[in-house]
């Protein structure tokens, strides 16, 4: 499924983490693994570069800091049969990493949630966020580096969306490699449903049925478990769905998180933007987005 993962770095500990993450899954898939690091370029004026010695010196040096920044992620790649390839551009940073993803086939893009701060911040939260947003590919992003190397409980948060739904085979193939229970969880938002009408008589009848739908959308995610003989746990819960799944993944220990990035639309909705650039800022293990 992974045959390429792209890994954007600033050298900060995010990076780092990220590049953690994105190399526990390069040998689980036999991935090659990409470190690419971006100069912004408007932290420097390229037109004057030429005739002002110090834009180009300045120049100069964000290039040599970009350099490092992959060597020292490079140095990580220790065993095969994961081999890697770097990478430095110019540019606007998340412009860069996407053409970058697209230009060399990648599948999997694993960036940290926190970069650098100050002047010479070449990847930040912003970035991480527009990433996760336009990508075509899957983003996993992190906050820590893993304290091991596998992951032993998944979660697959789901609404029965489009987006959930594709998430739900990146979340079931990543836990046939790693041997993993996947835990799939819905939630009815109940405070939504209410929010949205005048209490009446209709209320309790919506939120079975929303629960009802809730139920249909953990069953999708055991069937395609039980087909490829993983153990799998589900749960419907009611509350606001980013708070839940935060809840849940404190509570069951869940090692990492895969979700769409948008979900259904209308009062129904359950999982959308908002709720997953939550998790994922918030988020104290992997998560990875699925569009």
Known sequence: MYDSILVPTD??????AAARH??????????????????????????????DPTVGEQREGFEQQATEAVECLEEMVTEPPVTCQTAVKHGVPHEEIRSYAADHDIDLISMGTQGRTGLDRLLLGSVTERVVRTSDVPVLTTRHEPDRSRYDRILIPTDGSEAATAAIAHGVAIADRFDSTVHALSVVDVGGVVGAYDAGPGIPELIDSLEEECEQAVTVVEEECENRDIDIVTEVVQGPPYRAIQEYVDREGIDFVSMGTHGRTGLERYLIGSVTERTVRTSDVPVLTVR
Not at 22 to 50: C, K, M, P, W
Request: glycine letters at 8%.
């Open 11 to 16: 050298g900060s500990e995010g990076a780092e």
């Open 22 to 51: 994105g190399l526990n899954l390069a040998t689980a898939f036999d991935s090659q693994i990409h470190f690419l690091s971006v100069v912004d370029e408007r932290s420097y004026s390229s037109a004057l570069a030429d005739l």
